[in-house]
């Protein structure tokens, strides 16, 4: 059975202090994972694709990796405007329609 | 939001009455999804859309039904509603070959009571 873990549930932070979400996974034939950001009360805003292991992408404060069991997001002296829940997906090749199945999130505070 | 809105924003009904959801895009995107996300579970699929009067289920479509009659617009009917079906409803767009990844609307928040 398809499965995605997000860890840790939860991460407070301090301004600046630079550390990592997981996404593990378990899929059969992973054609994309998927990175999005979600803000209280708004829809889920697209990060980043990852199709093969050893990808890497980078957007500001924040790069993505890939493996062929996980995903991480690095967030590199983050700012309180980074605050938000991250959710990570996969689309894999036995799922129709490009859809996605997510994870239940890593909901991030960093303080000021 | 990529050009997607849903309506309405937020809705309260009572257990039994039909409501619907309205997702309409802008994009002129060929695939069209519907989500609920809750607490413990995040998003779910619940139907989606590969065209224009195509449907197919999702993960937790029972109870549910959709239509789409035009590319722009992907509807959401909750038959007879129960309490079970509070949650916060999301639409998405999809583009196709090439490109798979989602972008999601503002979301719709039932309260079925």
């Known amino acids: 059975e398809d499965q995605v873990t997000q860890s840790p549930e939860a991460l407070r932070l301090q301004e600046g202090e630079s550390s990592s979400l997981n996404c593990s996974y378990t899929?059969?034939?992973?054609?994309?994972l998927f990175w999005y950001r979600q803000d209280p009360g708004k829809g889920p805003e697209f990060l980043f694709t990852?199709?093969?292991a050893g990808e890497e992408k980078e957007k500001e404060r924040l790069k993505a990796t890939l493996t062929k069991k996980e995903s991480f997001l690095h967030i590199t002296a983050p700012k309180p405007e980074d605050s938000a829940t991250y959710l990570c997906?996969?689309?894999?090749?036995?799922?129709?329609?490009?859809?996605?199945?997510f994870g239940t999130g890593t909901r991030l505070t960093v303080i000021p | 939001d990529a050009g997607i809105t849903q309506s309405p924003r937020h809705k309260v009904t009572e257990t039994g009455t039909p409501v619907t959801l309205r997702c309409h895009q802008t994009?002129?995107?060929?695939?069209m999804y519907w989500y609920r996300q809750d607490p413990g579970h995040g998003l779910r699929l619940i139907h989606y859309?590969?065209?224009?009067?195509?449907?197919d289920k999702g993960e937790v479509s029972d109870g549910y039904s959709v239509s789409r009659s035009k590319t722009e617009d992907f509807l959401l009917t909750l038959e007879s509603a129960t309490s079970s079906q509070t949650s916060v409803y999301f639409c998405?767009?999809?583009?196709?070959?090439?490109?798979?990844?989602?972008?999601f609307g503002p979301g719709t928040r039932l309260t079925v009571t």
């Open positions: 859309s590969y065209g224009v009067k195509d449907t």
């Open positions: 997906a996969v689309q894999a090749g036995s799922v129709r329609a490009n859809n996605l199945f």
């Open positions: 998405a767009i999809s583009g196709g070959t090439g490109s798979y990844e989602q972008y």
């Open positions: 899929v059969s034939g992973l054609r994309g």
């Open positions: 990852l199709y093969s």
């Open positions: 994009e002129n995107h060929r695939y």
